[in-house]
């Protein structure tokens, strides 16, 4: 790694440079950018071998920044031809909200010998106090700056909303979005997918063809005549009307025509927000922005307003008991139940909403006295663990990756490469406490994969968590002898840690100094 008097001589290095542009100011334009980074090559005597570039994309994370990505990928793989990598300055390397994320990605590069460089900085990235105080002062700056462009941002959208204008989003089935001048000219419709290009321009609804709209309106005297979502869909379907998107209608598709304002000319925005990228919410109504009679409407007011009645009233909200009365009535009328069933039944919530309450099926039916003829108590184990697979693995490259080693996935066979050496396999096994009280593990492996380390993470009674890890070797490795207990004996416990701190460190890679 070049030490801070590396940086005074770094003639006949070789680097790659990263560029990023958002849509913030043109200073800040690729060009400008690698133009700087040009000169400053050139003045220290490195010669740039690799361009990085992500134009027209946010800081805020590094999801949606390919060129950040393969950068770093590279940086992690055996073999990289540059030592350094220059970027413009400080926030070009990222605006994260946490400026701790953007230290684990230059920590991650310096951990492979690679340093960075922010060369239009007035300071060194060598390490030395100054420049680390400099730096931690600099990423909380950019991260200061995506919060405070955030509120603004958002305070113009409202002031754009509440003018009458649209903001963001789909038309929707039966509307088309028109694109106005700064005098409120028309310029033309906006096909689907399309978005407006002048700073000045506006976006409002207008009706659009005449069959769409006719649709939009017989789907509402449908549901005032009693037709419940789930069969309008059936009937559009039948009678082979395209959908927005061209697929076939559903339940939820006809349910958003019914419920969104739009329709009768509201413009409605902050339904739900994505602020900084971090996490999507759904606000609640108090906290949306409304403009009333923003768009011609194609629906009459009345109708809506009927309509939102008899949905408030189905979709009241019912305490437990009551949740658990209308299902005792279900198994009363049927003598079974499942979640389709559920599903079908216009007058109880869906399915969903008892797992939500009750944290799964299998506890709502319990509580009213049924018990399924097979035990599908695996079904709801088995989805948790499908959701929970991916994270896991993601935590585990990441953990390699800030270690100083490099994860790909191997071929199409869902095991892991750790730095073009060596595969790993994650096997999660689901724990299912004995009557007695204590706790077994369910343990699948796919003989066909052969890895040369498998990792078994065993789950804790509730299935939600590590309990503990077993990290075997293929050399010692034998699938019919698996950790089924909390104890299985010396042989194997000698494999068994609390985490995986031990494997992370193995997995990384430190850069060898020359010898002089």
């Known amino acids: 790694m070049p030490s801070s008097s590396a940086y005074k001589s770094a003639a006949g290095l070789r680097a790659a440079q990263y560029v990023r542009m958002s849509?913030?100011?043109q200073r800040y334009s690729t060009e400008n950018q690698a133009s700087a980074i040009a000169d400053y090559a050139k003045a220290h005597g490195i010669e740039i071998v690799r361009t990085y570039e992500d134009a027209g994309k946010s800081g805020l994370t590094l999801k949606g920044r390919p060129g950040l990505q393969r950068l770093l990928n590279d940086v992690q793989a055996p073999g990289q031809d540059f030592e350094l990598i220059l970027v413009y300055d400080v926030s070009r390397w990222g605006r994260f909200p946490d400026p701790d994320e953007a230290a684990s990605y230059v920590h991650a590069c310096k951990r492979r010998g690679v340093a960075i460089v922010y060369c239009a900085e007035p300071f060194q990235n060598d390490g030395s106090l100054p420049s680390s105080i400099m730096i931690g002062l600099k990423r909380g700056m950019a991260a200061e700056y995506?919060?405070?462009?955030?509120?603004?941002?958002?305070?113009?959208?409202?002031?754009?909303?509440?003018?009458?204008?649209?903001?963001?989003?789909?038309?929707?089935?039966?509307?088309?979005?028109?694109?106005?001048?700064?005098q409120r000219n028309p310029k033309g419709i906006l096909a689907r997918g399309q978005q407006k290009s002048i700073q000045t321009d506006?976006?409002?609804?207008?009706?659009?063809?005449?069959?769409?709209?006719?649709?939009?309106?017989?789907?509402?005297e449908l549901f005032l005549r009693g037709s419940p979502e789930r069969v309008i869909a059936a009937v559009l379907n039948r009678e082979n009307i395209a959908s927005e998107t061209g697929r076939p209608w559903s339940r939820g598709v006809v349910h958003q025509i019914l419920t969104n304002e739009k329709y009768i000319g509201n413009n409605v925005y902050n339904r739900t927000s994505f602020k900084l990228k971090a996490?999507?919410?759904?606000?609640?109504?108090?906290?949306?922005?409304?403009r009333a009679d923003a768009f011609e409407a194609i629906v009459p007011v009345e109708q809506f307003l009927q309509v939102r009645q008899i949905i408030a009233e189905r979709c009241r909200h019912y305490d437990d008991d009551q949740l658990l009365s209308m299902l005792r009535l279900l198994l009363s009328r049927h003598g079974a139940l499942s979640g389709l069933m559920i599903d079908e039944e216009e007058a109880l919530p869906s399915s969903s909403a008892y797992r939500s309450r009750f944290g799964s099926l299998l506890r709502a039916y319990k509580l009213v006295g049924y018990t399924p003829a097979r035990d599908y108590a695996y079904l709801e184990i088995n989805r948790a663990l499908r959701e929970m697979y991916p994270t896991i693995v993601e935590h585990?490259?990441?953990?390699?990756?800030?270690?100083?080693?490099?994860?790909?996935?191997?071929?199409?066979?869902?095991?892991?490469?750790?730095?073009?050496?060596?595969?790993?396999?994650?096997?999660?096994a689901p724990c299912k406490p004995?009557?007695?009280?204590?706790?077994?593990?369910?343990?699948r492996f796919d003989a066909g994969l052969q890895p040369d380390v498998t990792l078994v993470t065993r789950l804790d009674a509730d299935n939600r968590v590590p309990y503990d890890y077993y990290v075997f070797p293929a050399l010692d490795f034998s699938q019919s002898e698996q950790p089924r207990h909390t104890n299985n004996g010396l042989w194997l416990d000698l494999y068994r840690t609390d985490d995986l701190h031990n494997f992370y460190y193995m997995a990384g890679r430190a850069p060898l100094k020359e010898s002089a």
């Open 23 to 25: 849509t913030e100011h």
């Open 146 to 182: 995506s919060r405070e462009l955030s509120v603004k941002v958002f305070r113009g959208a409202c002031t754009i909303v509440q003018h009458g204008f649209r903001q963001g989003g789909t038309a929707g089935y039966g509307l088309r979005r028109q694109l106005l001048d700064e």
């Open 202 to 220: 506006r976006v409002v609804l207008v009706p659009g063809p005449i069959d769409e709209r006719h649709v939009v309106q017989r789907i509402y």
């Open 434 to 443: 004995t009557p007695a009280g204590g706790m077994r593990w369910r343990i």
């Open 396 to 428: 585990m490259s990441r953990q390699i990756q800030a270690s100083g080693g490099h994860v790909q996935p191997h071929g199409n066979t869902g095991l892991l490469l750790v730095n073009g050496e060596f595969t790993a396999s994650l096997v999660v």
């Open 279 to 290: 996490q999507h919410v759904r606000n609640p109504p108090e906290e949306w922005v409304r």
